[in-house]
């Protein structure tokens, strides 16, 4: 009986390569995970919510200008940090946010904020409104993570 030497070895070596692609696939979606980054929380931070009267004029003239869309920005003063979360255009007023959270980790700042809607039942007038935060607090060179 005759084999064809050729065949086999090149089987042998497809069988090969195609286990060591597996075992890198393997390696590289573990490593991924590994990458991943665990926020350590450090500490609240404390902070003020802002009426329009108080927000710096240059910030306001900012948020004029993105109200209508949802936007998150940060402006500082060198002294503060400002925390800006607007929600866009809604049909009604009556809105108001809360935040969730506020706290620096070991790689930045984490802001969450959630958007309350009119109460129902209530009777608001048909006028949309654009209902947005400034959260004012501590100067930090910090990135901040919106949430």
């Known amino acids: ?10 089987t042998e070596r497809l069988r090969k390569a195609g286990l060591l692609a597996i075992l890198a696939a393997c390696l ?6 590994m990458l ?15 009426g329009e009267e108080k927000i ?3 910030l306001k003239a900012i948020i004029e200008e993105k109200k209508t869309s949802p936007f998150q920005i940060t402006y500082t003063d060198n002294e503060n940090l400002y925390i800006c979360v607007g ?10 946010i ?7 980790t070991d790689t930045g700042v984490i802001v969450s904020t959630t ?7 209530a009777k ?12 004012k607090t501590e100067y930090l060179e910090q990135n901040v993570t919106f949430e």
Do not use: W
Not at 87 to 96: A, I, N, R
């Open 115 to 121: 958007l309350l809607g009119p109460e129902a039942g």
């Open 87 to 96: 929600y866009g255009e809604q049909e009604t007023g009556g809105y108001s």
């Open 28 to 33: 590289l979606l573990g490593g991924c995970t």
């Open 36 to 50: 991943r980054e665990e926020k350590i929380k450090l500490r609240d931070l404390d902070f003020t919510v802002l």
């Open 98 to 104: 809360a935040v969730d959270e506020l706290y620096l």
């Open 1 to 10: 009986m005759k084999f064809h030497y050729p065949y086999i070895r090149m």
């Open 124 to 135: 608001e007038n048909g006028t949309p409104s654009c209902p947005y935060i400034v959260i």
């Open 56 to 58: 710096p004029e240059q």
